[in-house]
């Protein structure tokens, strides 16, 4: 059990005998310490898929949450702190617009990664915020709504136009989701190495990892028409964005949630990605390795992997171990791009 559901367990005083939802948890066994969680409202499809095993709760995974997504009874919500701190008053402001009575909260999280600032965030939206424990380098904090159905509208979408290449591209992404303030440099780099010459029937089918704001995959299709592509990403917030970035650049796509390599029922012929290395706040350099395996035996003879990373990440070991042959068209101090084809259709690798 995580830190933070460690010390929610040692003040279970402050939710006896009430409903609550928790929102964004770390450990899905949040929802077995305490018979008043009786609702998850998630963000990651990790937590909101580990957690449905809890078949007497209700769980819901979206980009902002509806009244309808609660159980009808709820009296407060347990808030995790989201890694970008940033989310917090965004959350907040989700969940009082959608209640109707009086409600009480409760933020938990790391102090590595944020919890000291939830009681100023807390203190814009709520009232009586005190901090109520600390422990194992967690905070736990605690608050009321003063006010029902706060209808302050909630800050969605950033648009923001892009162009390479003579061609233009309008990139939509919500608060939280990578490259949000501006495009990444990364994926700016990656874009830039993107084959713009390829024959359009040899590239019919292509894959968008970790889509984040759908730039890749949506740019690949504005250059093949006829390209069809599928989109994902373990991110809420990510999924609605490439949502409207496909809708602003009038696109077409497959957009779903996924935990890992989406299976596809045909092969691939390209795969794109700036792939995560972070698993929350710890670095997880097996992310990567696993959709480098699963990418190999994805893609249809002569498909190719495009990617992007740090250069400090150790990927060049895994692309020799599962293709053999790639190469590294750009790779500075900070950034990598590696290109891997698949040649053979007998040496189907695994992992």
């Known amino acids: 059990m995580t830190p933070c559901c460690q010390l929610i367990q040692r003040n279970l005083d402050l939710f006896e005998n009430e409903n609550w939802a928790v929102v964004n948890p770390d450990d899905s ?118 006010e029902v159905g706060n209808k302050t ?41 993107l084959p713009t010459d390829l024959n359009p029937k040899s590239i019919r089918r292509g894959y968008d990892f970790a889509c984040g704001s759908g730039i890749l995959g949506a740019y690949l299709s504005i250059l093949y028409p006829s390209l069809s592509m599928t989109y994902s990403d373990v991110s809420a917030l990510a999924i609605y964005s490439t949502e409207q970035t496909l809708k602003e650049n009038q696109l077409e796509g497959e957009v779903k949630p996924c ?31 696993t959709f480098i395996n699963n990418a190999h035996k ?6 190719a992997i495009y990617l992007v990373a740090n250069s400090f990440l150790p990927y060049k070991e895994c692309l020799k171990e599962v293709f053999g042959e790639f190469e590294i068209p750009y790779n500075d101090n900070k950034y990598a791009v590696y290109v891997a084809h698949k040649f053979s259709v007998s040496d189907e690798k695994t992992v």
């Not at 449905?52 to 808030?79: E, Y």
């Not at 162009?163 to 994926?187: A, I, Y």
């Not at 994805?298 to 498909?303: P, S, T």
């Open 29 to 146: 066994n949040v929802f077995s310490i305490s018979d008043s969680f009786k609702c998850g409202l998630h963000q990651d499809y990790r937590s909101y898929s580990s957690s449905l095993s809890f078949q007497t709760t209700k769980q819901c995974f979206a980009a902002q949450w509806q009244t309808t997504d609660l159980i009808s009874d709820v009296n407060g919500f347990v808030i995790f702190m989201p890694k970008v701190k940033q989310l917090l008053p965004l959350i907040l402001l989700n969940l009082l617009n959608i209640t109707t009575t009086l409600t009480k909260y409760v933020v938990v999280g790391e102090n590595a990664g944020g919890a000291k600032s939830a009681k100023s965030i807390m203190e814009e939206q709520l009232s009586n915020v005190t901090k109520i424990d600390s422990a194992r380098r967690c905070s736990l904090f605690f608050g009321m709504s003063d």
């Open 153 to 193: 509208p909630i800050p969605v979408i950033k648009k923001e136009s892009i162009t390479h290449d003579q061609t233009t591209l309008t990139v939509c992404s919500m608060p939280g989701v990578f490259g949000n303030k501006k495009v990444d440099p990364g994926t700016r780099i990656l874009l830039e190495h």
């Open 259 to 289: 935990d890992g390599f989406l299976p596809a029922d045909k092969k691939l012929d390209i795969i794109v990605s700036n792939p995560p290395f972070h698993n929350h706040l710890q670095n997880d350099y097996n992310i990567t390795k």
């Open 298 to 303: 994805h893609l249809n003879r002569g498909g």
